[in-house]
T-cell receptor
Framework: AQKVTQAQTEISVVEKEDVTLDCVYE???????LFWYKQPPSGELVFLIR??????QNEISGRYSWNFQKSTSSFNFTITASQVVDSAVYFC????????????FGKGTMLLVSP | GAGVSQSPSNKVTEKGKDVELRCDPI?????LYWYRQSLGQGLEFLIY????????KSGLPSDRFSAERTGGSVSTLTIQRTQQEDSAVYLC????????????????FGAGSRLTVL
């Protein structure tokens, strides 16, 4: 069985601070995929990134960066110089297959960025 | 369509009534998923349809819940004899679903149907 744990329920920061959202996963499979989704107050989940288990390279996209470490089963997400528009609930998720596959989601971390 | 469309966006019903929630996936997406999001509970998988294969119903919480997908496109989630604990946001998502394609298992979500059972 697979499991995703996001231990941080809520994080509050002031604009321009850096913030890291933690994600720890459990799976017995050697091939898997990890995702991050953003759910802004409007409610619609927005895909941010997908990584497969064979690619441990960290990725940077603008102010967003992701740190994937198989040794600790973690896939953490960092927002640099946070902005008010980053306020949302962020979900980490795990999938077993590259095609048809359900996603197992963590419970989400609510990020509040104040001006 | 350009995105995943769900209707109604909001539904208020009385306990014991049946409700139907509709999902229109992205054109060309062969996989369709239903999730439920309850307050503070994250996203709970309900059911998914994979092309022409039998659906995976392993997440349905009781036999009051059912779903169908007609013609490989539009899906309807039906909840019979609704209970107050069914109150939640029901999210539909679709994906390309073809193994090997880059991004095939990336789910695109609709805005959800908020169900309130009084």
């Amino acid at each position: 069985a697979q499991k995703v744990t996001q231990a941080q329920t809520e994080i509050s920061v002031v604009e321009k601070e850096d913030v890291t959202l933690d994600c720890v996963y459990e799976t017995r499979d050697t091939t898997y995929y990890l995702f991050w989704y953003k759910q802004p107050p409007s409610g619609e989940l927005v895909f941010l990134i997908r990584r497969n288990s064979f690619d441990e390279q960290n990725e940077i996209s603008g102010r967003y960066s992701w740190n994937f470490q198989k040794s600790t089963s973690s896939f953490n997400f960092t927002i640099t110089a946070s902005q008010v528009v980053d306020s949302a609930v962020y979900f980490c998720a795990l999938s077993m297959n590259s095609g048809y596959s359900t996603l197992t989601f963590g419970k989400g971390t609510m990020l509040l960025v104040s001006p | 369509g350009a995105g995943v469309s769900q209707s109604p966006s909001n539904k208020v019903t009385e306990k014991g009534k049946d409700v139907e929630l509709r999902c229109d996936p992205i054109s060309g997406h062969t996989a369709l998923y239903w999730y439920r999001q309850s307050l503070g509970q994250g996203l709970e998988f309900l059911i998914y349809f994979q092309g022409n294969s039998a659906p995976d119903k392993s997440g349905l919480p009781s036999d009051r819940f059912s779903a169908e997908r007609t013609g490989g496109s539009v899906s309807t989630l039906t909840i019979q004899r609704t209970q107050q604990e069914d109150s939640a946001v029901y999210l539909c998502a679709s994906s390309l679903g073809l193994a090997g394609d880059r991004g095939a298992n990336v789910l695109t979500f609709g805005a959800g149907s908020r169900l309130t059972v009084l």
